[in-house]
């Protein structure tokens, strides 16, 4: 049995979740798969300049949490990068927000769209 975990608040969705080198083909075996959780620690830490304490305020978990997560999604980074893998940003455990909490700031992107879609664990394609 999986051993249960806190969500993890996820504030924007990858708007698109498949990347690598253009040269090269997808086949399974050269890809690593990016979490949305660990995703979302990339795109606050580095794109947003949050500070690990402050990304971890803003997904609800633990500082050292957010840390494992960041470090776990560095190392992916370098992996396609580096052995010009595909990288594939799917699943993970994690909650979108739905951008009414007042926790969340500047690096929610719930805001800038539309409420009221409550995300039911597929992402859709429009
Ligand atoms: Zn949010």
């Given at each position: 049995?999986?051993?249960p ?13 498949k ?30 300049g ?77």
């Open positions: 049995m999986a051993r975990m806190k969500w993890r608040k996820v504030c924007c969705l990858p708007e698109s979740n990347f690598g080198p253009l040269d090269s083909p997808a086949d399974r075996k050269n890809r690593v798969t990016m979490t949305v959780d660990e995703y979302e620690t990339i795109r606050l830490i580095d794109l947003e949050f500070k690990q304490a402050e990304c971890a305020k803003q997904m609800n978990v633990a500082r050292s949490t957010v840390q494992g997560i960041y470090m776990e999604a560095r190392k992916k980074l370098a992996d396609s990068l580096v052995n010009g893998k595909v990288l594939l940003i799917e699943g993970g455990e994690y909650r979108l927000c739905e951008g009414l909490g007042a926790d969340c700031g500047r690096g929610c992107h719930r805001h800038r769209r539309g409420r009221g879609t409550i995300y039911n664990g597929t992402p859709s394609r429009l």
